[in-house]
């Protein structure tokens, strides 16, 4: 790991070889985790209700050894071709074409936008640093506020910045339950953050629910 950006630095990050390339979109296991600002961009660009996309592109994993359960974009299992022994299964996100290239780009999750990008949350606000994980030679600096391509990117990071501190009290708290208030305190977070849509202006109407939520469980 290299760097502490902000997000008007000049990064190497853009290569002309990426589309097609699909590495960083398989084998991710779980990792893909959504946020609410991605929840809702998903709804919004696909048409459907954060209730659909659990039916086969979204699941819901424990993300911490305290029991914070969030959703996560799926992998798919795909055969392909291999030089030994003809065919080789391989996992995939649900969402990756068979060209390679994201179907779902525009509005994909906050964790894809970032690669190949690390955040990190200090006294000074948001930062990212650079976390050598793409092979791709030949990369051309670019402003990481254009990489990341979020309009309104301040009130994203407000966001984002409520949003860590919350998940972090919230773990606390689960630190100290049992399993069965664990699920109920996961169910109502999931029911409040994720599977009710938003309606008018994201950020603002977080910011009600994060409230209530808080005033609710913390």
């Keep these: ?17 990426c589309a097609g390339c699909g590495d960083c979109c398989r084998n991710m296991g779980d990792s893909i985790r959504l946020d609410p600002y991605d929840a ?7 048409h459907k209700p954060f209730q659909k996309l659990i039916e086969n592109e979204v699941g819901f994993s424990v993300a911490n050894e305290q029991g914070l359960v969030l959703p996560h974009l799926q992998m798919k299992k795909v055969l392909r071709s291999a030089t030994d022994d003809g065919q080789q299964a391989a996992w995939e996100c649900t969402f990756l ?13 906050g964790v894809c936008r970032l690669f190949p990008l690390g955040r990190q949350y200090g006294e000074n606000g948001i930062t990212y640093f650079d976390l050598e994980a793409c092979d791709m030679p030949g990369k051309s600096k670019v402003r990481v506020d254009k990489w990341l391509g979020i309009p309104d990117l301040d009130d994203y990071h407000a966001f984002k910045e409520q949003w860590h ?36 202006d994201f950020y603002e109407s977080f910011e009600v629910r994060r409230k209530q939520v808080e005033q609710i469980l913390l």
């Design 40 to 46: 809702y961009m998903l709804s919004f660009g696909l």
């Design 1 to 17: 790991m290299k760097g502490n950006y902000t997000s008007r630095d000049l990064v190497r990050l853009a290569s002309s070889r």
């Design 97 to 109: 074409g068979a060209d390679g290239k994201c179907r779902i780009h525009s509005v994909r999750p």
């Design 165 to 200: 501190s919350f998940c972090k009290r919230l773990s606390q708290r689960l630190a100290e339950e049992d399993q069965d208030t664990k699920s109920k305190i996961n169910t109502l977070m999931l029911h409040m953050f994720f599977m009710t849509a938003y309606d008018g």
